[in-house]
């Protein structure tokens, strides 16, 4: 158990429809990051936060949102979504956000668009 | 683009042999690499990582090699055991904080 938690577990919606996932990361870190895994594909980096503010965004799509807040959970809001948007979707915290600190990985979300 | 690629999607071992996975990079400004592991129903979880200032990093039965010149990482894990069986992602870093991970390798040992 990494520490980090991941909420729904699954996700099941259709087309056009907007979803959000929720991550807890472990206790005293203060970075948090999302994933986007999709069908035998790597883990694409999103978005990461830190202690609130955004500190570096990735492949993002413009449909996609995401915010941390003052207790440090974070959101991402994914909207008008597509089946491609299908995926397996991984929230990781680190201490701080810094390349060295080791990021951990909650179980993922997975969403399936129908 | 791919920056970082794992060219071998599986790879299969006896138990108590060497696992060699691979991983190149195409762009010259990583400079921090990292190993994760993940099982069925699980996020990753960080192996073993190594800085481009060094060559080697072990760590008990896991050892990653960097060849800067090639632009090629591989980790070695000696011996195998079935409980190693998973997927296995390399990951890079420039300066930003972005880690960019390869499709992975997915590893069976055989007992």
């Known amino acids: 158990d990494s520490g980090v938690t991941q909420t729904p577990k699954h996700l099941i919606t259709a087309t056009g429809q907007r979803v959000t996932l929720r991550c807890s990361p472990r206790?005293?870190?203060?970075?948090v990051y999302w994933y986007q895994q999709s069908l035998d594909q790597g883990l694409q980096f999103l978005i990461q936060?830190?202690?609130?503010?955004?500190?570096a965004k990735g492949n993002i799509l413009e449909r996609f949102s995401a915010q941390q807040f003052p207790d440090l959970h974070s959101e991402l809001n994914l909207s008008s979504l597509e089946l491609g948007d299908s995926a397996l979707y991984f929230c990781?915290?680190?201490?701080?956000?810094?390349?060295?600190?080791?990021?951990?990985f909650g179980p993922g979300t997975r969403l399936t668009v129908l | 683009d791919q920056q970082v690629k794992q060219n071998s999607p599986s790879l299969s071992v006896q138990e108590g042999r060497i696992s060699i996975l691979n991983c190149d990079y195409t762009?010259?400004?990583?400079?921090?690499f990292l190993w994760y592991k993940k099982y069925p129903a699980e996020g990753p979880t960080f192996l073993i990582s190594?800085?481009?200032?060094?060559d080697k990093n072990e760590d008990g039965r896991f050892t990653v090699f960097l060849n800067k010149s090639a632009k090629h990482l591989s980790l070695h894990i000696v011996p195998s055991q079935p409980g190693d069986s998973a997927v296995y992602f390399c990951?890079?870093?420039?300066?930003?904080?972005?880690?960019?991970f390869g499709t992975g390798t997915r590893l069976k040992v055989l007992a």
């Open positions: 936060y830190y202690n609130g503010e955004e500190r």
């Open positions: 206790s005293g870190d203060l970075s």
């Open positions: 990781a915290s680190s201490v701080e956000g810094d390349r060295h600190n080791e990021q951990f």
């Open positions: 990951a890079a870093v420039s300066g930003t904080y972005k880690y960019i």
């Open positions: 190594i800085s481009s200032i060094k």
């Open positions: 762009n010259s400004m990583f400079d921090y």
